[in-house]
């Protein structure tokens, strides 16, 4: 296929443009590196099956030649109002990508009847009230709350994918990301991951916010991007939940990277930054995403972190 890919200069879209090239697909990535990186893509410079579009998906998208399929990854995505890369600082661009970046895209793959995959996110759950949580559970989710313009723009891009799929017959499907890692996070976008491990490689205490007690379910990013290729192949319609069932405290996260790295600095609780609105419970029910996808994640905890700190080490220039 020819496959359009926006967000392509970020976190999850520079890896999905190289496992899809890798399995002989054709790649158009789209970004306005507004969160990501070109250095995501440089590897990729010269490649025949990779063309690139700098563009703003909020705005009209025109895209020359055949496209088989759109995936949609372009937004912010990290919560934290600590970094100028969290949505919250970012809020009028986080809800047009999610709303004219959806209707833009969409709109692509109808012009050209190519299949669409929305990157939707388990923060359509809010601060969950059902757990795990099941695609059938519609959510909690405060609709002015600081977190909404990520959370309310998720939730229409999914029902404008749903209302195509109806309405224009469009092959549409939705997976809903639960927490994932790995290399290419970006290291100032204030999200656990690459926090925790930047100050463990520093030598610096961890910032726990809160008690720690909230948890989350961490996936790694191949294992993710494979849910997703699975599903973009599949003929699956309905939400899918992609992530890593195995749930852990933020506390006990902490712990874990201090001891692989051997930090003797502990950690440091901090008050809540979220403006008290960080979820207290996260974990994917992934029963459909097994049945339907035959997929289940491979990689534990430990193994993905190690390769993590690995791309940490290189980037900060640290052993
Ligand atoms: P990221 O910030 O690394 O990547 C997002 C990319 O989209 C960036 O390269 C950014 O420059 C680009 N972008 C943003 N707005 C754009 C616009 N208007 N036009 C063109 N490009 C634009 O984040 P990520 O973690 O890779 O997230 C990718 C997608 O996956 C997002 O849609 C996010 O909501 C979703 N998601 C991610 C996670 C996760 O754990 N990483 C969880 C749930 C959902
Ligand atoms: N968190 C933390 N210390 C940090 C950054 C985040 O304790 O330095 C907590 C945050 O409060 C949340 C969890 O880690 O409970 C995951 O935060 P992240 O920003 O990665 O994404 P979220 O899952 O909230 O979307």
């Not at 960080?278 to 049945?291: F, K, L, T």
């Amino acid at each position: 296929m020819r496959i359009l890919i926006t967000g392509a200069a970020g976190f999850l879209g520079s890896h999905l443009c190289d496992r899809l090239i890798a399995d002989g697909h054709e790649v158009v990535g789209m970004d306005n590196f507004i969160t990501g990186s070109p250095d995501n893509l440089a590897h990729l410079a010269g490649n025949s099956h990779f063309e690139f579009i700098r563009h703003d998906v909020s705005n009209f998208i025109f895209v020359p030649g055949r496209v088989e399929a759109v995936m949609h990854f372009a937004s912010p995505a990290s919560p934290n109002p600590a970094s100028p890369f969290g949505y919250v600082n970012l809020p009028i661009q986080t809800m047009k990508a999610g709303a004219l970046g959806t209707h833009n895209t969409l709109g692509v793959a109808r012009a050209h009847g190519a299949r669409f995959l929305l990157a939707s996110t388990s923060e359509i759950y809010g601060d969950p009230l059902v757990h795990p949580q099941t695609e059938d559970y519609w959510g909690h989710v405060d609709p002015i709350g600081v977190r909404s313009v990520y959370d309310e723009a998720k939730r229409f891009a999914e029902a404008l994918t749903m209302a195509y799929h109806r309405f224009h017959g469009i092959d549409t499907r939705i997976v809903r990301i639960f927490n994932t890692y790995g290399p290419r996070m970006r290291l100032d976008d204030g999200r656990v991951v690459p926090n925790l491990l930047q100050q463990a490689l520093r030598g610096e205490p961890l910032t726990v916010y809160g008690d720690g007690m909230q948890t989350r379910s961490f996936c790694f990013v191949s294992d993710l991007v494979d849910g997703i290729v699975r599903l973009l192949l599949s003929d699956e319609h309905e939400p899918v939940n992609i992530g890593n069932p195995t749930e852990t405290s933020i506390l006990e996260f902490a712990e874990t990277i201090n001891r692989l790295l051997s930090s003797p600095a502990g950690v440091v609780f901090q008050p809540e930054n979220r403006l008290g609105s960080d979820p207290q419970r996260r974990r994917p029910d992934i029963s459909r995403a097994r049945q339907s996808l035959g997929w289940q994640p491979r990689v534990d905890l430990e193994k993905g972190l190690l390769e993590t700190i690995a791309y940490f080490r290189q980037k900060l220039g640290v052993n």
